[in-house]
């Protein structure tokens, strides 16, 4: 009879010996062995998938390692436990370090014309409660939730629906199910694999407590009266919420899950004793046992990390950091690398297109005007002071890690060229100065530009205080006003914002095959056209349509780039939206190549000391698989 120890034990091979060897060395970790002895979790060939996925160390470079030991790092508020869900990384299919996408919770994936996508769970695999995790999962999601009017009034996710319709499913077995659309859905699998992965499966044995279909009324009352909401809808959504893992109770398939209820100052993550993970020897994956976040302000994140608080800091850092940092290596076994930002330019302007102010509006519609304050803008002494040089004066574009980049794209625009910045603003019309010199609007308004910022770094107000001394020169007033993000975002979808800075492009290392969407208005959020992202996003009932061409052509490329399941295409594509895109100045990169710090224990191993840092698509750290950093013995 061929058990699951067998077929875990026949893995020798693929394990390179090291599970076969399991029964001789124990791999337990030792952080379970209260569990084991009362029964509460399987031994660990009874814990794992049949197959579970294997990732060798040595093949990546890195080395095996230990269980054990804690990992402290600093958080703003609460609300940052979802980093957690970013750095696991877990997902039905996620990008490895090249960003080639791969099976992860899956076992396998087949797409067909990326239209018919089939997917196969891993046979054996848990929830963190040890529940099988199987194709109901994926059925209680899509019949019980997506399709539910009451859970999901808008009709699902716009991935689900890039061409208006729902796609079919269909579950084949207890591990296999499909999803089957007329028309290609090129966005499936990474909209799968991202930060904030489109959610198709959920514990349909632990969420069925809160739906209306499967628990009685009064049962659902005493519940809803529990937890302070008035909808089971609501009750639903905040107990099934994985992004921000607020509900310890919520079974989960990451490495780690939360322990801590929130409102608290400290969050506990523990180890997921149902990880699908292994290493080559048969150990499983996590090495770390916990993970413990400290809630503290995000202005002193830096000051605490460099006084020896933290294990493993990335978030809450900034460049401006690194010195003093560095120097916190000689008081405390901490380590800090430079990373490389994924992002189009680690600064960028963003002329608010839908401007409540008729004039400016129609000022920052006319690329002229944008293509002049660009040139207008001396790069060269905004890297030198602000990044010591480290970064690259660049458009708001991809980077050259990118099988998309082109000198052209990052090139446009960006010579500092006040003769050519003064010939356009006169051809423009504003001829006209003050008697300080600064340019006047057709209304005999002074051209005093206010750009915004959410406050979150002092990075942004040096260099606004670099770019007013060059925009003065060519008759251009700059004055800075701070508001906090949800204030900052509020007054830009109100029209109420000129120009913002913020990050450029999140996703600067595109390729293909990655849903070119920053490109055009596609969410409300973009400060540079916010009302004509919330037209797209709501299928035109709410905001304004785009009015510029060059807008309208990206939107219908961004169209076509969905429909189409040709590599070739979808390459062309993002080229013909890259060249509009900074050809036509819609944001007004600055420096992109910059670096950012992050600080580890000097005992924490496997983490790369160079490699790209971003949102999207690299998770942060998660392409990197926190699971497989360790902690050595004390140095």
């Known amino acids: 009879m061929v058990t699951r120890r067998t077929v875990l034990g026949m893995l020798g091979s693929a394990l390179i010996g090291g599970a076969a060897r399991a029964a001789d060395r124990d791999n337990e970790p030792e952080f379970l062995r209260p569990w084991l002895r009362a029964g509460q979790v399987p031994p660990l060939p009874d814990r794992l998938p049949m197959r579970p996925r294997i990732i060798n160390m040595k093949e990546l470079g890195r080395v095996p390692g230990e269980y054990g030991g804690t990992v402290r790092t600093i958080i703003g508020s609460a609300r940052d436990i979802r980093y957690m869900t970013v750095y696991g990384y877990s997902r039905l299919v996620g990008y490895d370090d090249r960003l080639s996408l791969h099976a992860d919770i899956l076992e396998d994936f087949k797409a067909e014309n990326d239209t018919v996508f089939t997917f196969t769970l891993r046979e054996g695999h848990r929830w963190s409660d040890g529940a099988p995790f199987t194709a109901d999962d994926f059925r209680y999601w899509w019949e019980d939730v997506i399709l539910n009017k009451e859970l999901t009034p808008g009709g699902g996710a716009l991935e689900l629906r890039p061409h208006g319709n729902l796609p079919r499913f269909e579950v084949l077995d207890e591990v296999t199910v499909r999803y089957s659309w007329d028309r290609p859905n090129p966005n499936f699998l990474p909209s799968l694999a991202g930060p904030l992965p489109l959610v198709i ?29 008035k909808k089971w809808a609501d009750l639903h959504i905040k107990m099934a919420l994985a992004s921000r893992p607020n509900n310890p109770e919520l079974p989960t398939l990451d490495p780690w899950r939360n322990r801590t209820a929130p409102p608290a100052d400290q969050f506990i993550f523990e180890r997921n004793p149902f990880f699908h993970r292994v290493d080559e020897n048969g150990r499983q994956l996590p090495y770390i046992d916990k993970f413990v976040l400290n809630v503290s302000s995000s202005s002193i994140i830096a000051a605490k990390a460099g006084a020896g608080e933290s294990d493993l800091q990335a978030t809450g850092l900034d460049f401006s950091d690194y010195t003093f940092l560095k120097e916190a290596e000689k008081r405390f076994p901490v380590k800090v690398d430079l990373w490389k930002l994924a992002r189009g330019s680690r600064l960028a302007l963003l002329p608010n297109l839908n401007c409540a102010d008729p004039a400016w509006r129609s000022l920052f519609h006319d690329v002229r005007f944008r293509r002049a304050l660009s040139l207008a803008i001396d790069r060269h002494e905004i890297n030198m002071v602000a990044f010591y040089g480290l970064g690259t004066a660049s458009a708001d574009t991809v980077l050259p890690e990118s099988p998309l980049f082109k000198p ?77 993000r949800d204030i900052f975002r509020s007054r830009a979808m109100a029209g109420s914002i000129m120009m913002s800075i913020w990050y450029g492009l999140d996703n600067g290392v595109a390729t293909a095959d990655m849903y070119p969407g920053q490109l055009a208005p596609t969410v409300d959020d973009q ?48 080229h013909r939206m890259l060249s509009i895109y900074t050809q036509q100045v819609f944001s007004i990169g600055l420096i992109n190549g910059t670096l950012t710090p992050l600080l580890r224990s000097a005992r924490l191993q496997n983490m790369p000391g160079k490699a790209l840092y971003g949102f999207d698509p690299t998770c942060y750290l998660g392409i990197y698989l926190p699971d497989t950093f360790w902690l050595k013995g004390e140095v």
């Open 527 to 574: 400060m540079q056209w916010p009302l004509w992202g919330m037209y797209y996003l709501s299928g035109g009932t709410q905001g304004t349509a785009p009015d510029i061409p060059e807008v309208t052509e990206l939107v219908t490329l961004l169209n076509r780039w969905g429909d189409t399941a040709q590599h070739q295409e979808r390459a062309d594509i993002w």
């Open 201 to 229: 499966y959920g514990p349909g044995h632990y969420l069925k407590q809160f739906h209306k279909k499967y628990q009685d009324d009064f049962r659902m009352s005493a519940l809803m009266k529990e937890n302070r909401v």
């Open 408 to 484: 052209e794209y990052a090139d446009a625009w960006i010579d500092f060229d006040p003769q050519q910045a003064n010939a356009l603003l006169d051809e423009l019309g504003l001829e006209k100065r003050d008697d300080n010199g600064i340019r006047l609007l057709p209304d005999g308004r002074a051209a005093e530009i206010t750009v915004e910022t959410p406050g979150e770094s002092t990075l942004d107000t040096d260099v606004l205080e670099l770019i007013t001394d060059h925009w003065r020169k060519v008759g251009i007033a700059l004055y800075t006003r701070t508001s906090q």
